[in-house]
């Protein structure tokens, strides 16, 4: 019931709230945002780009994408040059919090707002950072990301788990692994049998697979979780060129492969969505950029657990990048929309995805049975 | 040369022509930065040109000249150096973790790790007799992962003033993070940069090691004890790698697990630009520095100019094989390895 | 010792095998101050072997060596040490580095420094034209210039140069004038004689019989890494001397 209303709630303000013309501030349409972040090799950044390079559209944001090739060194001679192209405002995923943080104070230094999204720079905003132009930092819920991993888990069934993780040292991915093993602590009989902390990619993703597939006989290994969908997808190669079907793999990011895999039962769960805080961060900095003060200025946005029953609906609501309309994205700035609650809809979407997809789809297959009914 | 063989009034026009190719050669690395900074201007013009760009530039060229210079010192000698990321990175963490326990004096425990890890690299390379490309491609591996080992995946940071709980783990340096700043890491670049080319240049170490390169069996013909030599211009190149360890902490703020990976290639692409062969037995720190600031320059104007990065490292790329192919010298150099 | 007294270099029984081949079974000559000595012998018969012993490029498995009566320790047998006893080499192929100038191959191992680390360049340019001079050699550009800028000639003198100025007892001249036209054969010959005439001995590797004939004062034949006795130049035909070097004949 109480979900009921929140979805009627959500469908009311991204339907469109009429707004009066005197409210509004008037959009600017001449605002460049750079964006600074990886190099597109794996599917968070490529679905991150996507849904950003959407909301850049809706808002008339000009969107200017740079990489910084892995390097920490880089991460901050690319936010220096990207500083002085003089860009109205900076969104950057920073490639480790030292990186962040020096990138923060680029933004002090310059006076240019910016927004990171993705990993913290620092742990908690409003007790930890001092400056005024790097003003939020908007990322997923690590903890709970984790703790979804590891539920899943449980409820699957497996007793004796692998793991293949992100080399040490990136918080975020530590953050996670702490979420899965509070779940997994809870379960006296589900055994963690390897541990490998290494550089996520595909090749180390079927590495870590065979040394497992190998060193456990069937019945000593039931999953194997791999942070990552780029690992993730290696390892289930590995396991399916093995014929170890007793190997469950499980992963996070969903691409249109993952998606596939776990509707064909090949893969048995992952989660996603997080990719979406690079929009919003967006949002946040438009907002700003048009002298709304910064309401959240550590929004955290839930995961998307999927498996099975729920793909379908992923997959058709979700993996295309473009989620949101115009008129949806206009809504929840506050420059087009006195009444939106970007932070609100952060949280509220990530509880409420599902009905929120069917809902959309079920509206725009009305609105096409109407604009039929029209002609 | 083809054809058939010039006489001998062919010549002297011969000779004219390849003295002419010959000055082409050695100006290539000039020329080219002033190409580049000709292009940027115009595509670029004011955001280029202005005067916060070129002090980003002169910020971040310091870091990778330092890392040039240790490999143009391996690489005169006709070897390769591939650690000095690695090594950068745990010298940056051992220069922080040093001034953690004895404070500011600490710092020199950067320069020490960066010479001692140069010496093992000189060791393994002269003693065992192991390429030097395999020892340092070793080394790369052990040193990162000892790196992951100590730092146990986290940094230390270096702050303005004592900090308040807020990291775990940290160092009031001041003093540092201005020596990572325009101007004082400029300065710095500089005066290490007029000591480098003293020692390259008008010392024996330095015309040792182009000696090297030229013929490692001439010299031990005649009594050099090269054996020990390889050591030293290993050790030279890991203190060079401690220097940049220094500005590098104070530029980036923090000793991290992921410092300095991949600037090994950038410091042999550095050297390159500066039309130093990789085969050994030339080399000019001056082009070095034109090598390095040309490649800051291109990677900061690509940017600039709004090139997609894949794009941006494609024309890096292809501007790196242009620039070798023509400052190149076909005549002195035999074979290509 | 008593009956050698007077040999500036003796050597005994040398041998030196590579990974068991061996490449000189047993060596044995002597010299004296202002001697020319040639040694002959096929290719592979372990005449470079014996000389690189003697240049201290190798240190022998056997035999010992004995420089003015003082027998070489082992551990003092390198390079170094005999080029401080005054043994010097021209190489075949020169023995140059082709990248370095002029200047810093004339020195090479012995570059005079200034202040411990500096290079004293001035000094070894000064040095250098002095040498060349000596050597009639008068068309060189600049000795700034990598020496494989200089002409093969240039880089002969530049080479015999060296082993002049800093081989005050022995020099060994291995092949010295076999890529040269008949000119600068005269000028190498005429040098060797100059080198024996301020009192240095002179050893001699070469193919050239008739050269061998004009100037060595005694002939050392090496066979299958053996040495015949050295014999005296006027007491041998070529016939006999081409016999003990490809049969192994002694010569009466």
């Not at chain 1, 104070?105 to 910016?114: D, Y």
């Not at chain 2, 004011?46 to 310091?62: E, K």
């Not at chain 3, 550009?141 to 007892?169: D, F, H, K, N």
Request: glycine share 10%; proline share 4%; charged share 20%.
């Amino acid at each position: 019931m109480k979900r009921a209303i929140i979805l009627l709630g959500l469908l009311v303000m991204l339907t469109g709230v009429a707004v009066t013309a005197q409210d509004m501030v008037e959009p600017r349409m001449d605002l460049v945002i750079a964006d600074l972040g990886q190099p597109e090799t794996n599917p968070w950044v490529i679905n991150r780009h996507r849904f950003e390079r959407c909301v850049a559209e809706s808002l008339g944001v000009t969107l200017d994408e740079f990489d910084d090739e892995n390097s920490e060194e880089k991460h901050v001679s690319q936010a220096e040059s990207i500083i002085a192209r003089q860009p109205d405002g900076l969104i950057f995923n920073p490639l480790t919090s030292p990186a962040g943080i020096q990138v923060a104070r680029l933004l002090e230094e310059n006076a240019i707002p910016g927004v990171a999204v993705g990993r913290l720079v620092v742990s908690n905003y409003d007790t930890d950072y001092e400056g005024e132009h790097f003003i939020a930092q908007v990322t997923q819920n690590n903890d709970t990301w984790g703790q979804a991993i590891g539920q899943a888990t449980v409820d699957a069934g497996h007793k004796k788990v692998a793991m293949i993780w992100n080399q040490k040292g990136v918080t975020s991915a530590e953050e996670i692994w702490n979420g899965v093993l509070s779940v997994l602590e809870m379960h006296e009989d589900i055994e963690l049998i390897a541990e490998a902390w290494d550089r996520l990619n595909r090749e180390n993703g079927i590495l870590y697979a065979e040394q497992f597939i190998a060193r456990f006989q069937p019945g000593e290994i039931d999953a194997i979780i791999v942070l990552g969908a780029v690992a993730g997808l290696g390892s289930q190669f590995a396991v399916e060129q093995a014929g170890r079907d007793d190997i469950s793999i499980i992963t996070t990011d969903i691409d249109e492969q993952v998606a596939q895999f776990i509707s064909e039962g090949k893969l048995g769960f992952s989660i996603g969505g997080h990719w979406m805080v690079g929009g919003f961060g967006l949002i946040q900095l438009y907002d700003y950029l048009h002298g709304f003060p910064v309401e959240n200025t550590q929004p955290l946005f839930s995961l998307i657990p999927v498996d099975a029953s729920n793909i379908d609906t992923y997959a058709e609501g979700l993996l295309q990048g473009c989620i949101l309309n115009d008129e949806q994205v206009k809504n929840l700035s506050r420059v087009h929309n006195p009444d939106a609650d970007l932070p609100g809809f952060i949280d509220e979407f990530s509880k409420n995805w599902e009905e929120f997809v069917t809902a959309d789809m079920m509206e725009e297959e009305m609105e096409e049975e109407e604009s039929e009914g029209d002609g | 040369m083809s054809g058939p063989e010039p006489g001998l009034g062919v010549d002297a026009s011969e000779e004219a022509r390849a003295g002419r190719s010959e000055m082409l050669r050695n100006n290539v690395p000039y020329i080219a930065i002033v190409l580049v900074v000709l292009l940027f201007t115009i595509v670029s013009g004011d955001r280029f040109l202005s005067v916060r760009n070129w002090t980003f530039i002169a910020q971040q060229t310091p870091v990778l000249l330092l890392l040039a210079y240790a490999q143009l010192i391996v690489v005169t000698t006709g070897s390769i150096d591939i650690s000095v990321g690695s090594s950068l990175g745990f010298s940056m963490y051992m220069a922080v973790l040093g001034m953690v326990w004895l404070g500011p004096a600490g710092i020199v425990c950067g320069i020490l790790a960066a010479t001692l890890i140069g010496f093992v690299n000189g060791s393994i390379f002269s003693l065992l007799k192991i390429s030097s490309f395999v020892t340092t491609l070793a080394m790369l591996i052990i040193v990162r992962a000892l790196l992951n080992i100590i730092s146990d995946g986290g940094s230390i940071y270096v702050t303005e003033q004592a900090a308040t709980g807020t990291y775990v783990d940290s160092v009031a340096a001041p003093w540092l993070l201005a020596l990572g700043r325009f101007p004082n890491i400029l300065i710095f670049a500089l005066v290490v940069t007029a000591l480098m080319w003293v020692f390259y240049e008008k010392t024996l170490f330095g015309q040792q090691l182009k000696a090297l390169g030229g013929s490692e069996r001439v010299l031990s013909l005649f009594g050099v004890s090269v054996t020990w030599f390889k050591i030293q211009v290993f050790v030279a190149a890991g203190f060079m790698v401690g220097l940049a360890s220094l500005i590098s902490l104070g530029r980036s703020g923090a000793g991290t697990p992921r410092a300095g990976e991949q600037f090994e290639l950038d410091a042999i692409a550095a050297v390159a630009l500066g039309g130093t062969p990789l085969t050994g037995g030339h080399g000019s720190v001056l082009r070095t520095v034109v090598g390095a600031l040309t490649l800051t320059v291109v990677a900061n104007g690509l940017t600039i100019a709004g090139v997609d990065p894949s794009w941006s490292r494609v024309a890096r790329g292809v501007l790196l094989i242009i620039a070798i192919a023509i400052s190149l010298n076909r005549r002195r150099i035999g074979v290509v390895k | 010792m008593s009956e050698n007294g007077g040999a500036l270099l003796q050597v005994e029984e040398v041998s030196k095998s590579f990974g068991g081949v061996q490449a000189l079974r047993s060596g044995s000559f002597e010299l004296s101050r202002g001697e020319i000595i040639a040694i002959v012998g096929a290719n592979g018969a372990g005449k470079s072997t014996l000389i690189k012993i003697v240049a201290g490029v190798f240190r022998p498995d056997s035999g010992r060596m004995l420089v003015r009566g003082e027998p070489v320790a082992p551990r003092d047998h390198n390079v170094g040490h005999m080029r401080h006893l005054g043994i010097e080499v021209v190489y075949q192929d020169l023995a140059i580095v082709p990248n370095m100038n002029a200047p810093y191959n004339l020195f090479l191992g012995r570059i005079p420094k200034r202040f411990g680390i500096f290079v004293d360049e001035h000094a070894m340019r000064r040095k250098t034209r002095a040498i060349l001079e000596d050597l009639k050699v008068t068309t060189v550009q600049s000795l700034r210039e990598p020496i494989s800028a200089m002409s093969g000639g240039q880089q002969q003198s530049v080479a015999i140069g060296r082993a002049i100025a800093w081989g005050r007892e022995i020099v060994i001249l291995d092949e010295p004038t076999a890529a040269l036209g008949p000119t600068e054969t005269g000028e190498v010959e005429r040098l060797m004689h100059e080198i024996r005439d301020r009192g240095t001995a002179v050893i001699l590797i070469s193919h050239n019989l008739e050269q061998v004939f004009r100037l060595a004062d005694r002939i050392l034949v090496v066979h299958h890494g053996l040495t015949t006795p050295a014999f005296p130049r006027s007491g041998v035909t070529s016939e006999q001397l081409v016999r003990a070097i490809t049969l192994g004949e002694q010569v009466a």
